[in-house]
C-alpha cells in the first residue's frame, strides 16, 4: 500500500473512533457533567433532573450515568413519556437527607411517572430511615413516610443489581405498572423498622421478581389490590413479615388479584412464610389462581396462614364477614420448620369460604416434632403426605 493510500485509511480510521467516541458521549449522561457533587453533602437533585431531562428529549437510546461517590438527592420525580430507551447506571450510592424532615410529606424519594422502557442497573440508594422510624417509634407527629423508589404508570421495566438500604417506608413500589423485571436486588432494614416492606406490587401485570433478597421490617413482598401475572422465584425472606397478597378488601369496590406464582424460595426467621389477609367486611375483591412450590421454610412463626378476619382495633367490620373470595389455591413442597406450634393456619370467612385449596407434600415440624393446624371455612383436597394433618 502506498503512502497515500494508508494516510487515507488512518484518516478514515480515526474518524470513524472520534465519530464513534462522540456518538457514545451524546448518548451517555453524566450527572457530574450536570453539577452533580459526589461528596454526599451538595444538592444534586437538580443535576440528576437535569441529566434526565436532556435523555428524556433524545431519540436515541441513552445511559444517564451515576459514576462512583455519595449524591445527594432530594425528592425527585422523573416524569415521562420519554422519546426512546434510558438507562439509569449507578455506580455510587445515592443517599437521602440525614435529617428525615428533608423528605418531606410527598411519600416518595425517586419518583418515575409514565416512563417506558426504563432500566435501573446496580447502585445503593441510602434513604437513612433510622431518624424517621425513632420518630414513628417516639408517638410524636411525623411525615408520612418516603418509598425510596417507586414507579407509577411505567411500562417495560428493569430493575437489575440494585441494593436499597434504611427505607422511611416500603423500599420499593410497583404501581400501575405492565410487564416489569426485578432481578438480583437487596432490600434491607433492620427487623424492628416500621413499615419497610421491601416490594409492593398492586395494579400492575407481567412482574417478575427473581434471584433478590429481603431483610426488612414489613412485608418482604406485598402484592396488592388488581395484581395479575406475577411471578416470584429465587427469593430469600427474612427477617420480615414474609411474602404477603393482602391486605385486600379494604375498599368495597376493589380490583382482584390473580395468577400469582413464588417457587423455589426460602424464608429465614420471618413472622410468617406465605400469607394471604384480608379485612373482614365487604368487598368485590377476589384471589385466585396462586402457586406456592418448593419453598423451604427455617424457624418462620406462621408459615403457611390465610387471615380473611383481619380489622384491625375491630373499627369498620360490622358483619366479620370478608367478601373477598379466594379460590384455586396451591401450596406444593413446602417443608421445614416453625417457630410456633400452629404451622398451618386458615381463618377463612364465614360468607364466602376458601374454594379449592390443594394441599400437596407439605411436611413442616415444630422443635423436632410434627406441628398442628386449624381450618375454617375451607374447601379443597389434599395430596401425597401433609403435616401438619388437620385439614380438608
Not at 432481578?183 to 421491601?198: C, F, H, I, M, Y
Not at 367486611?281 to 378476619?309: A, C, E, Y
Not at 367478601?323 to 401450596?331: A, D, E, N, P
Amino acid at each position: 500500500m502506498d503512502n497515500n493510500k494508508l494516510v487515507a485509511v488512518l484518516v478514515m480510521l480515526s474518524s470513524s473512533f472520534l465519530l464513534m467516541k462522540s456518538s457514545t458521549a451524546a448518548n451517555n449522561f453524566n450527572v457530574v457533567s450536570f453539577g452533580a457533587k459526589p461528596d454526599g453533602r451538595t444538592d444534586s437533585t437538580k443535576a440528576f433532573l437535569g441529566a434526565w431531562q436532556a435523555a428524556c428529549r433524545s431519540a436515541a437510546s441513552v445511559t444517564v450515568t451515576v459514576p462512583r461517590g455519595n449524591f445527594l438527592l432530594k425528592p425527585v420525580e422523573f416524569r415521562g413519556p420519554c422519546r426512546s430507551r434510558i438507562t439509569f447506571q449507578i455506580y455510587g450510592t445515592i443517599v437521602a437527607p440525614l435529617d428525615y424532615r428533608g423528605l418531606g410529606n410527598s411519600g416518595y424519594w425517586i419518583l418515575f411517572v409514565k416512563v417506558n422502557r426504563i432500566s435501573i442497573n446496580g447502585g445503593t440508594l441510602d434513604a437513612r430511615g433510622a431518624s424517621f422510624w425513632a420518630c414513628r417509634k417516639s408517638g410524636k407527629s411525623c411525615p408520612v413516610g418516603a418509598r425510596s423508589m417507586t414507579f407509577n404508570w411505567a411500562n417495560d421495566v428493569v430493575v437489575t443489581g440494585l441494593t436499597s438500604i434504611n427505607s422511611q417506608a416500603t423500599h420499593l413500589v410497583i404501581n400501575s405498572c405492565n410487564n416489569v423485571i426485578v432481578r438480583k436486588v437487596k432490600l434491607v432494614a433492620p427487623d424492628q423498622s416500621p413499615n419497610t416492606d421491601g416490594l409492593h406490587v398492586q395494579g400492575s401485570a407481567g412482574v417478575t421478581v427473581t434471584d433478590s433478597t429481603f431483610q426488612t421490617g414489613d412485608d418482604c413482598i406485598s402484592i396488592g389490590p388488581g395484581t395479575r401475572n406475577l411471578y416470584m422465584s429465587k427469593l430469600n425472606c427474612g427477617p420480615g413479615h414474609g411474602i404477603s397478597i393482602g391486605s385486600l378488601g379494604r375498599d368495597a369496590n376493589e380490583a382482584g388479584v390473580e395468577n400469582i406464582t413464588l417457587i423455589n424460595s426460602v424464608f429465614s426467621g420471618s413472622d410468617n412464610g406465605v400469607r394471604i389477609k384480608t379485612w373482614a367486611r365487604q368487598s368485590t375483591g377476589f384471589v385466585r389462581n396462586v402457586l406456592f412450590q418448593n419453598l423451604i421454610m427455617k424457624n418462620v412463626q406462621n408459615p403457611i396462614i390465610v387471615d380473611q378476619n383481619y380489622c384491625p382495633a375491630n373499627q369498620g367490620c360490622p358483619k366479620q364477614g370478608s367478601g373477598v373470595k379466594i379460590s384455586q389455591v396451591v401450596y406444593r413442597n413446602i417443608q421445614g420448620t416453625s417457630r410456633t406450634q400452629q404451622a398451618l393456619t386458615f381463618d377463612c370467612s364465614r360468607s364466602n369460604p376458601c374454594q379449592a385449596i390443594r394441599l400437596h407434600d407439605i411436611k413442616l415440624t415444630f422443635n423436632g416434632r410434627s406441628a398442628t393446624s386449624t381450618c375454617k371455612n375451607i374447601k379443597g383436597v389434599k395430596a401425597g403426605v401433609v403435616m401438619p394433618q388437620g385439614c380438608l
